[in-house]
C-alpha cells in the first residue's frame, strides 16, 4: 500500500540556521505530494504541493521538489525564524484517490 | 471568507455519554474527512464522505458515527463503545473532480475530553 516515512524529530535548530526535513514514499502510479504545517492547538495548513515529476512547490521561503527517481519530496528552508516552529506533515494523493496518507509529523523547534 | 469551521474548540463529557462534533464548511467542496489525532501523534482517518447521503469508514471507525445529509456540514458523534475517545479531532474537506489533486483543507480542531 501507500506510505509516507519523515525523518524522525524532534528538530531543533537556532534562528537563521538551514532547515531540511526528509520525506520518502511508497506509491503506486504518479502521486500528487503535499507539506501541510500544525501550529499549537490548530487544524493543518497547506504549506505548498507538487503534483508531477520534478515539480517544486514553495511558500512563505519554503520549498521542496518532487523527485521520482528517489521517490523524496524533502522540505527546505534557507533561514528559518523563531515563528515556523510548529509540526510538518508530509503527505501523498494518488491520482483518483479521494484520500491522503500522512507521514508521522516532525516536531521542528527554533531557538532565538 | 470561505473555510471550515468547528465548534466547539473545547469539550469535555463524562465516560459513557454519547457526543457530537460539528464541521461545517462553505467552499463548496464534495468531499469531508474526520480525523483524530492524539498526543505527539499523526492523523487517524475516521471516516469520510465524498457527496452527500454516502459516507465510508476510515481505518479507526469502531466507536464512532456520522452522517451527511447537507454538502455544508458532516458531524461526528463519538459514542460510548468508543473506549478511548479522549483526542483532537480534525476535520477536513477537499474539492473533488477530474484533474483535482484532492489537496484537504483543515478546520481548527475540536478537542475532547472525556472523564
Known amino acids: 500500500g501507500n506510505s509516507v516515512t519523515q525523518m524522525e524529530g524532534p528538530v531543533t535548530l537556532s534562528e537563521e540556521a538551514f532547515l531540511t526535513i526528509n520525506c520518502t514514499y511508497t506509491a503506486t502510479g504518479y502521486p500528487s505530494l503535499f507539506w501541510y504545517v500544525q501550529y499549537p492547538g490548530e487544524g493543518l495548513q497547506l504549506l505548498l504541493k507538487?503534483?508531477?515529476?520534478?515539480d517544486k512547490g514553495s511558500n512563505k521561503g519554503f520549498e521542496a521538489t518532487y523527485r521520482k527517481e528517489t521517490t523524496s519530496f524533502h522540505l527546505e528552508k534557507g533561514s528559518v525564524q523563531v515563528s515556523d516552529s510548529a509540526v510538518y506533515f508530509c503527505a501523498l494523493s494518488e491520482r483518483g484517490a479521494q484520500k491522503l496518507v500522512f507521514g508521522q509529523g516532525t516536531r521542528l523547534t527554533i531557538n532565538p | 471568507d470561505g473555510g471550515i469551521t468547528q465548534s466547539p474548540k473545547y469539550l469535555f463529557r463524562k465516560e459513557g455519554q454519547n457526543v457530537t462534533l460539528s464541521c461545517e464548511q462553505n467552499?463548496?467542496?464534495?468531499?469531508m474527512y474526520w480525523y483524530r489525532q492524539d498526543p505527539g501523534q499523526g492523523l487517524r482517518l475516521i471516516y469520510y464522505s465524498q457527496i452527500v447521503n454516502d459516507f465510508q469508514k476510515g481505518d479507526i471507525a469502531e466507536g464512532y458515527s456520522v452522517s451527511r445529509e447537507k454538502k455544508e456540514s458532516f458531524p461526528l458523534t463519538v459514542t460510548s463503545a468508543q473506549k478511548n475517545p479522549t483526542a483532537f479531532y480534525l476535520c477536513?474537506?477537499?474539492?473533488?473532480?477530474?484533474?483535482?489533486?484532492?489537496?484537504?483543507?483543515f478546520g481548527p480542531g475540536t478537542r475532547l475530553t472525556v472523564t
Open positions: 507538487a503534483t508531477k515529476a520534478d
Open positions: 477536513a474537506s477537499s474539492p473533488t473532480g477530474q484533474g483535482r489533486t484532492y489537496e484537504q483543507y
Open positions: 467552499l463548496n467542496h464534495d468531499a
